[in-house]
């Protein structure tokens, strides 16, 4: 089998115990589990609000409809966004007819501040953070930016469940974040997400809208008296986005592990990083001061990056990359050249596997065939 990228990580008998739970009562859909679990997702994050989706995916499309909406954007209006991501990120932009403006990343694989101000322009409405492998990066910089240039700030903390900075969870002062719990994110369930924005009436209207426009949910229609309230409204074209009981029982389940899990992931990149500490042409990706990832990644930096991949594999250890520099598919192509710092650092960074089911055997293994092949 090897030693895999990520491998999720499942208290069998608890998620099925949840589950069963929603069988039972034969509620498997909206309302129930899922709220439940957006509640305890406010409690653990202290956002004041959280609605749980089928994907972190839509959530970053929706976070733009609403923003769009509600401060009367226009199609064209720019959003500047990272390079280095997974591709739903970019293209939430472009559903939403916005413009992706891609401005570079720094050392920490995250939004370099100077970039973005340099891409601000007459057009710019909003910024689109992306906390890579659960790194803050420079976010309070950008918080700030944001705030001078009077931009909206958007955080993709798909990498993010449980990351802290200074004590705190990071996001509370941006105007949406967006979390990912699919399938080998560090909170898996098999695929969902969750959205959390600042402002209480775009909660409501993101309520609505992933449930076809609907102006009450089935839910809380039910509660009422028992009866079946057949008679709501439509207010909205609204979408089938929204999160299910089944889902939200692994989520319940996998939150109450979440902080145990992500110390025993940073103890992995403390191994690693020990291993690595006197070997030059192994460049760990450094974590940002006074934050404590989430580690979703452990992430290195080598001169010989292709190559070493192969030999890897060889070794029966695959590691991954995170990220090919957007702006080389041709969907971004338009955008090719004007991050070279991004572009440099997808040649040359690789994702070591990084999961719960590593042993320090398995990392100093790892980490050995690193050195060997590295050159
Ligand atoms: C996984 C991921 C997403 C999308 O999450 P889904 O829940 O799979 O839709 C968005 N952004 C980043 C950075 C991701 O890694």
Same mark, same amino acid.
């Given at each position: 089998?090897?030693?895999?990228? =990520?491998?999720?990580? =499942?208290?069998?008998?608890?998620?099925?115990?949840?589950?069963?739970?929603?069988?039972?009562?034969?509620?498997?859909?909206l309302? =129930?589990?899922?709220?439940?679990?957006?509640?305890?997702?406010?409690?653990?994050?202290?956002?004041?609000?959280?609605h749980?989706l089928n994907?972190?995916?839509v959530g970053?499309s929706l976070a733009l409809k609403i923003l769009k909406m509600e401060n009367g954007w226009?199609?064209?209006?720019?959003?500047?966004?990272?390079?280095?991501?997974?591709?739903?990120?970019?293209?939430?932009?472009?559903y939403e007819g916005?413009?992706?403006?891609?401005?570079?990343?720094?050392?920490?694989?995250?939004?370099?501040?100077?970039?973005?101000?340099?891409?601000?322009?007459?057009?710019?409405?909003? $910024?689109?953070? +992306?906390?890579?492998?659960?790194?803050?990066?420079?976010?309070?910089?950008? +918080?700030?930016?944001?705030?001078?240039?009077?931009?909206?700030?958007?955080?993709?903390?798909?990498?993010?469940?449980?990351?802290?900075?200074?004590?705190?969870?990071?996001?509370?002062?941006?105007?949406? +974040?967006?979390?990912?719990?699919?399938?080998?994110?560090?909170?898996?369930?098999?695929?969902?997400?969750?959205i959390?924005f600042?402002n209480p009436d775009h909660d409501e209207i993101c309520r609505k809208l992933t449930w076809l426009g609907i102006n009450k949910d089935t839910?809380a229609?039910?509660?009422?008296?028992?009866?079946?309230?057949?008679k709501y409204d439509v207010e909205y074209v609204g979408y089938k986005y929204h999160?299910?009981?089944?889902?939200?029982?692994?989520?319940?389940?996998?939150?109450?592990?979440?902080?145990?899990?992500?110390?025993?992931?940073?103890?992995?990149?403390?191994?690693?990083?020990?291993?690595?500490?006197?070997?030059?042409? $192994?460049?760990?990706?450094?974590?940002?001061?006074?934050?404590?990832?989430?580690?979703?990644?452990?992430?290195?930096?080598?001169?010989?990056?292709?190559?070493?991949?192969?030999?890897?594999?060889?070794?029966?250890?695959?590691?991954? +990359?995170?990220?090919?520099?957007?702006?080389?598919?041709?969907?971004?192509?338009?955008?090719?050249?004007?991050?070279?710092?991004?572009?440099?650092?997808?040649?040359?960074?690789?994702?070591?596997?990084?999961?719960?089911?590593?042993?320090?055997?398995?990392?100093?293994?790892?980490?050995?065939?690193?050195?060997?092949?590295?050159?």
């Amino acid at each position: 089998m090897g030693i895999q990228l =990520f491998v999720p990580t =499942f208290r069998v008998d608890e998620c099925l115990a949840e589950i069963r739970e929603c069988l039972e009562k034969g509620w498997t859909g909206l309302g =129930f589990k899922t709220v439940e679990f957006e509640n305890k997702w406010k409690e653990y994050t202290g956002l004041p609000n959280a609605h749980y989706l089928n994907s972190a995916t839509v959530g970053l499309s929706l976070a733009l409809k609403i923003l769009k909406m509600e401060n009367g954007w226009g199609d064209g209006d720019e959003v500047i966004t990272t390079p280095l991501t997974f591709v739903s990120t970019n293209h939430a932009i472009k559903y939403e007819g916005l413009e992706a403006v891609f401005a570079d990343v720094d050392e920490y694989l995250c939004l370099d501040p100077n970039d973005v101000k340099r891409k601000i322009s007459d057009k710019t409405k909003a $910024v689109l953070f +992306v906390g890579i492998g659960g790194n803050t990066g420079r976010l309070n910089e950008i +918080v700030n930016l944001c705030k001078e240039y009077n931009l909206k700030l958007i955080l993709d903390a798909a990498h993010m469940a449980g990351t802290r900075f200074s004590g705190e969870m990071p996001g509370k002062e941006a105007d949406v +974040v967006v979390y990912s719990f699919q399938a080998v994110k560090n909170l898996p369930t098999a695929d969902s997400g969750m959205i959390c924005f600042k402002n209480p009436d775009h909660d409501e209207i993101c309520r609505k809208l992933t449930w076809l426009g609907i102006n009450k949910d089935t839910y809380a229609r039910s509660g009422e008296k028992g009866s079946y309230k057949w008679k709501y409204d439509v207010e909205y074209v609204g979408y089938k986005y929204h999160g299910n009981s089944i889902m939200a029982a692994i989520g319940l389940v996998q939150l109450k592990y979440l902080d145990q899990d992500n110390a025993y992931r940073r103890q992995l990149a403390y191994w690693y990083d020990a291993n690595f500490k006197n070997v030059d042409r $192994v460049k760990p990706i450094p974590i940002a001061d006074n934050c404590e990832s989430s580690r979703h990644l452990y992430c290195i930096e080598v001169n010989n990056r292709d190559e070493l991949l192969l030999a890897l594999n060889g070794c029966e250890i695959y590691p991954g +990359v995170h990220y090919r520099d957007n702006t080389e598919y041709r969907m971004y192509s338009y955008a090719k050249g004007t991050c070279p710092n991004s572009h440099r650092l997808s040649e040359r960074i690789l994702s070591l596997p990084m999961h719960l089911r590593m042993t320090k055997a398995d990392v100093d293994y790892v980490s050995q065939k690193v050195i060997e092949y590295t050159e």
